[in-house]
């Protein structure tokens, strides 16, 4: 069973037109076996597939509109997920979720979620 801990959103809002780096750690099965994912509900809306990365082979996928602005890296020895958001935009607002997958029927099923971290843009 794989434990995920999502950081670096929080109370405070981001500016738009900034930064932020989204930390997600994980621990207890054996990583190699999953890819990890990062998702994200907006108010009032569903959630939605922000991108992956595989942890055996470090390959990524994005959704369309994560690609440019979005990029999802790993450090293997700290067992840490990172998302990395430039050109911060009011829409971004959302709880981000890491998720972690295994492949299944040519996707990936996401069986073990973070509790999720708070991102807030400021206009």
């Known amino acids: 069973q794989v434990q995920l801990v999502e950081s670096g959103g929080g109370l405070e809002q981001a500016q738009a037109g900034g930064s932020l780096r989204l930390s997600c750690v994980a621990s207890g099965g054996n990583l190699f076996d999953y890819a990890l994912g990062w998702f994200r509900r907006a108010p009032g809306k569903e959630r939605e597939f922000v991108g992956r990365i595989d942890w055996a082979d470090g390959g990524t996928l994005y959704e369309g509109f994560a690609k440019g602005r979005f990029t999802i890296t790993k450090d293997s020895a700290k067992n840490t997920m990172y998302l990395q958001i430039e050109d911060l935009k009011p829409e971004d607002t959302a709880i981000y979720y890491c998720?972690?997958?295994?492949?299944?029927?040519?996707?990936?099923?996401?069986?073990?979620w973070g509790q999720g971290t708070q991102v807030t843009v400021s206009s």
């Open positions: 998720a972690a997958g295994v492949r299944q029927d040519g996707g990936y099923r996401y069986d073990y």
